[in-house]
T-cell receptor
Framework: IAGITQAPTSQILAAGRRMTLRCTQD?????MYWYRQDLGLGLRLIHY???????GKGEVPDGYSVSRANTDDFPLTLASAVPSQTSVYFC?????????????FGPGTRLTVL | SQQGEEDPQALSIQEGENATMNCSYK?????LQWYRQNSGRGLVHLIL?????REKHSGRLRVTLDTSKKSSSLLITASRAADTASYFC??????????????FGQGTILTVHP
Protein backbone atom coordinates (compact mmCIF):
# COMPACT_ATOMS: atom_id res chain seq x y z
CA ILE A 1 0.00 0.00 0.00
CA ALA A 2 1.27 3.46 -0.84
CA GLY A 3 -0.71 6.46 0.37
CA ILE A 4 -4.44 6.12 0.87
CA THR A 5 -6.67 3.36 -0.40
CA GLN A 6 -10.45 3.32 -0.47
CA ALA A 7 -12.87 0.46 -0.99
CA PRO A 8 -15.06 -0.21 -2.79
CA THR A 9 -14.31 1.80 -5.93
CA SER A 10 -18.00 2.05 -6.66
CA GLN A 11 -21.21 0.67 -5.24
CA ILE A 12 -24.90 0.66 -6.05
CA LEU A 13 -26.99 0.38 -2.93
CA ALA A 14 -30.68 0.04 -2.21
CA ALA A 15 -32.20 2.71 0.01
CA GLY A 16 -32.39 1.63 3.64
CA ARG A 17 -29.34 -0.61 3.46
CA ARG A 18 -26.32 -0.18 5.68
CA MET A 19 -22.99 0.49 4.02
CA THR A 20 -19.43 0.99 5.24
CA LEU A 21 -16.86 2.73 3.09
CA ARG A 22 -13.33 1.75 3.96
CA CYS A 23 -10.27 3.98 4.08
CA THR A 24 -6.72 2.96 4.97
CA GLN A 25 -3.52 5.02 4.96
CA ASP A 26 0.06 3.88 5.44
CA UNK A 27 1.68 7.26 6.04
CA UNK A 28 1.16 7.22 9.82
CA UNK A 29 -0.76 10.47 9.54
CA UNK A 30 -2.55 11.62 12.66
CA UNK A 31 -5.51 13.31 10.97
CA MET A 32 -8.05 11.78 8.61
CA TYR A 33 -11.11 13.18 6.87
CA TRP A 34 -14.16 12.14 4.91
CA TYR A 35 -15.60 14.39 2.20
CA ARG A 36 -18.41 14.07 -0.26
CA GLN A 37 -18.20 15.70 -3.67
CA ASP A 38 -21.34 16.70 -5.50
CA LEU A 39 -21.58 18.53 -8.80
CA GLY A 40 -21.65 22.28 -8.27
CA LEU A 41 -21.00 22.00 -4.52
CA GLY A 42 -17.33 21.15 -4.39
CA LEU A 43 -16.09 19.03 -1.48
CA ARG A 44 -17.89 19.12 1.83
CA LEU A 45 -16.46 17.71 5.05
CA ILE A 46 -18.54 14.95 6.63
CA HIS A 47 -16.45 13.84 9.62
CA TYR A 48 -12.85 14.12 10.69
CA UNK A 49 -10.43 12.67 13.19
CA UNK A 50 -7.43 14.58 14.51
CA UNK A 51 -5.90 11.48 16.08
CA UNK A 52 -6.72 7.85 16.77
CA UNK A 53 -9.54 7.54 19.27
CA UNK A 54 -11.12 10.92 18.51
CA UNK A 55 -13.62 12.04 15.89
CA GLY A 56 -15.52 15.20 15.09
CA LYS A 57 -18.39 16.39 12.95
CA GLY A 58 -17.86 18.33 9.76
CA GLU A 59 -20.23 20.40 7.68
CA VAL A 60 -22.62 17.60 6.64
CA PRO A 61 -22.49 14.81 9.28
CA ASP A 62 -26.15 13.75 9.39
CA GLY A 63 -26.73 10.16 8.30
CA TYR A 64 -23.06 9.23 8.64
CA SER A 65 -20.89 7.85 11.42
CA VAL A 66 -17.16 7.19 11.72
CA SER A 67 -14.76 5.46 14.04
CA ARG A 68 -11.00 5.70 14.49
CA ALA A 69 -9.84 2.63 16.38
CA ASN A 70 -6.26 2.93 15.11
CA THR A 71 -4.05 5.32 13.15
CA ASP A 72 -4.41 3.66 9.76
CA ASP A 73 -8.15 3.06 9.33
CA PHE A 74 -11.08 5.46 9.20
CA PRO A 75 -14.29 3.76 8.03
CA LEU A 76 -17.41 5.75 7.15
CA THR A 77 -20.77 4.12 7.79
CA LEU A 78 -24.16 4.96 6.34
CA ALA A 79 -26.59 3.35 8.79
CA SER A 80 -29.60 3.53 6.48
CA ALA A 81 -28.77 4.90 3.06
CA VAL A 82 -30.99 7.45 1.32
CA PRO A 83 -30.89 8.64 -2.31
CA SER A 84 -29.51 12.06 -1.27
CA GLN A 85 -26.36 10.26 -0.17
CA THR A 86 -25.58 9.44 -3.79
CA SER A 87 -22.20 11.07 -4.25
CA VAL A 88 -18.48 10.53 -4.67
CA TYR A 89 -16.79 10.04 -1.32
CA PHE A 90 -13.16 10.93 -0.70
CA CYS A 91 -11.03 10.02 2.26
CA UNK A 92 -8.00 12.17 3.06
CA UNK A 93 -5.24 12.34 5.63
CA UNK A 94 -2.72 14.88 6.87
CA UNK A 95 0.26 14.79 9.15
CA UNK A 96 -1.39 17.10 11.63
CA UNK A 97 -5.03 18.04 12.01
CA UNK A 98 -4.19 21.12 14.00
CA UNK A 99 -2.14 23.10 11.50
CA UNK A 100 -4.29 22.99 8.37
CA UNK A 101 -1.53 21.14 6.61
CA UNK A 102 -1.50 19.52 3.19
CA UNK A 103 -4.01 16.74 2.77
CA UNK A 104 -3.51 13.56 0.78
CA PHE A 105 -6.56 12.12 -0.93
CA GLY A 106 -7.65 8.63 -1.79
CA PRO A 107 -9.06 7.75 -5.22
CA GLY A 108 -12.68 8.00 -4.10
CA THR A 109 -15.76 5.76 -3.86
CA ARG A 110 -18.65 6.42 -6.19
CA LEU A 111 -21.86 5.55 -4.34
CA THR A 112 -25.31 5.38 -5.89
CA VAL A 113 -28.32 4.92 -3.63
CA LEU A 114 -31.49 3.86 -5.40
CA SER B 1 -21.68 27.00 3.44
CA GLN B 2 -18.61 27.22 1.26
CA GLN B 3 -15.80 29.44 2.45
CA GLY B 4 -14.14 29.80 -0.93
CA GLU B 5 -15.68 30.93 -4.16
CA GLU B 6 -13.78 30.48 -7.37
CA ASP B 7 -13.80 32.41 -10.55
CA PRO B 8 -14.18 31.59 -13.36
CA GLN B 9 -16.19 28.38 -13.09
CA ALA B 10 -14.68 27.23 -16.38
CA LEU B 11 -11.70 28.39 -18.41
CA SER B 12 -10.70 27.28 -21.90
CA ILE B 13 -7.32 28.24 -23.35
CA GLN B 14 -4.77 27.18 -25.93
CA GLU B 15 -1.57 25.37 -25.08
CA GLY B 16 1.20 27.82 -24.25
CA GLU B 17 -1.14 30.47 -22.85
CA ASN B 18 -1.28 31.40 -19.18
CA ALA B 19 -4.26 30.42 -17.02
CA THR B 20 -5.39 32.49 -14.04
CA MET B 21 -7.92 31.31 -11.49
CA ASN B 22 -9.20 33.35 -8.58
CA CYS B 23 -10.50 32.43 -5.16
CA SER B 24 -12.30 34.61 -2.63
CA TYR B 25 -13.06 33.70 0.96
CA LYS B 26 -15.03 35.17 3.83
CA UNK B 27 -13.30 34.66 7.18
CA UNK B 28 -9.77 34.87 8.58
CA UNK B 29 -7.49 32.08 7.50
CA UNK B 30 -4.40 30.28 8.71
CA UNK B 31 -3.43 29.27 5.19
CA LEU B 32 -4.86 28.79 1.72
CA GLN B 33 -4.14 25.79 -0.46
CA TRP B 34 -4.68 24.90 -4.10
CA TYR B 35 -5.51 21.40 -5.27
CA ARG B 36 -5.88 19.80 -8.67
CA GLN B 37 -8.31 17.04 -9.61
CA ASN B 38 -8.14 15.09 -12.81
CA SER B 39 -11.45 13.66 -13.99
CA GLY B 40 -12.58 10.78 -11.81
CA ARG B 41 -9.56 10.95 -9.52
CA GLY B 42 -8.73 12.20 -6.04
CA LEU B 43 -7.39 15.67 -5.34
CA VAL B 44 -3.67 16.37 -5.44
CA HIS B 45 -2.08 19.14 -3.41
CA LEU B 46 -0.32 21.81 -5.47
CA ILE B 47 0.77 24.60 -3.18
CA LEU B 48 0.13 26.10 0.26
CA UNK B 49 0.45 29.79 1.09
CA UNK B 50 0.33 31.01 4.68
CA UNK B 51 -1.61 34.05 5.80
CA UNK B 52 1.61 36.04 6.33
CA UNK B 53 2.86 35.32 2.80
CA ARG B 54 1.93 37.31 -0.29
CA GLU B 55 3.33 35.24 -3.12
CA LYS B 56 4.66 31.75 -3.67
CA HIS B 57 6.08 29.90 -6.65
CA SER B 58 6.35 26.23 -7.54
CA GLY B 59 7.55 25.39 -11.03
CA ARG B 60 5.03 26.88 -13.47
CA LEU B 61 2.65 27.77 -10.64
CA ARG B 62 2.44 31.17 -9.00
CA VAL B 63 0.06 31.85 -6.14
CA THR B 64 -0.73 35.23 -4.63
CA LEU B 65 -2.64 36.01 -1.48
CA ASP B 66 -4.23 39.32 -0.51
CA THR B 67 -5.63 38.97 3.00
CA SER B 68 -7.01 42.53 2.95
CA LYS B 69 -9.23 41.56 0.02
CA LYS B 70 -9.64 37.97 1.19
CA SER B 71 -8.62 36.67 -2.19
CA SER B 72 -6.03 34.49 -3.87
CA SER B 73 -5.05 33.73 -7.43
CA LEU B 74 -3.39 30.76 -9.08
CA LEU B 75 -1.43 31.40 -12.25
CA ILE B 76 -0.29 28.52 -14.45
CA THR B 77 2.25 29.73 -16.98
CA ALA B 78 2.90 28.16 -20.39
CA SER B 79 0.00 25.77 -20.02
CA ARG B 80 0.03 22.27 -21.43
CA ALA B 81 -2.77 19.93 -22.45
CA ALA B 82 -1.85 17.82 -19.41
CA ASP B 83 -2.87 20.75 -17.16
CA THR B 84 -6.49 20.09 -18.10
CA ALA B 85 -8.21 19.43 -14.76
CA SER B 86 -10.36 21.00 -12.07
CA TYR B 87 -8.58 23.31 -9.65
CA PHE B 88 -9.81 23.95 -6.12
CA CYS B 89 -8.82 26.44 -3.49
CA UNK B 90 -9.18 25.42 0.13
CA UNK B 91 -8.90 27.57 3.23
CA UNK B 92 -7.77 26.55 6.69
CA UNK B 93 -9.56 28.57 9.34
CA UNK B 94 -7.64 30.75 11.76
CA UNK B 95 -9.58 29.88 14.84
CA UNK B 96 -12.63 28.45 16.51
CA UNK B 97 -14.25 25.32 15.18
CA UNK B 98 -12.79 25.82 11.71
CA UNK B 99 -9.21 25.65 12.94
CA UNK B 100 -7.18 22.99 11.14
CA UNK B 101 -9.97 21.92 8.81
CA UNK B 102 -10.10 22.80 5.14
CA UNK B 103 -13.09 24.35 3.41
CA PHE B 104 -13.10 23.91 -0.35
CA GLY B 105 -14.37 26.14 -3.09
CA GLN B 106 -16.47 24.83 -5.95
CA GLY B 107 -13.54 24.71 -8.33
CA THR B 108 -12.52 25.98 -11.75
CA ILE B 109 -12.59 23.59 -14.69
CA LEU B 110 -9.55 24.29 -16.87
CA THR B 111 -9.38 22.96 -20.41
CA VAL B 112 -6.14 23.40 -22.34
CA HIS B 113 -6.45 22.73 -26.06
CA PRO B 114 -3.41 21.32 -27.90
Amino acid sequence: IAGITQAPTSQILAAGRRMTLRCTQDMRHNAMYWYRQDLGLGLRLIHYSNTAGTTGKGEVPDGYSVSRANTDDFPLTLASAVPSQTSVYFCASSGSGLAGSEQFFGPGTRLTVL
Amino acid sequence: SQQGEEDPQALSIQEGENATMNCSYKTSINNLQWYRQNSGRGLVHLILIRSNEREKHSGRLRVTLDTSKKSSSLLITASRAADTASYFCATSGAGGTSYGKLTFGQGTILTVHP
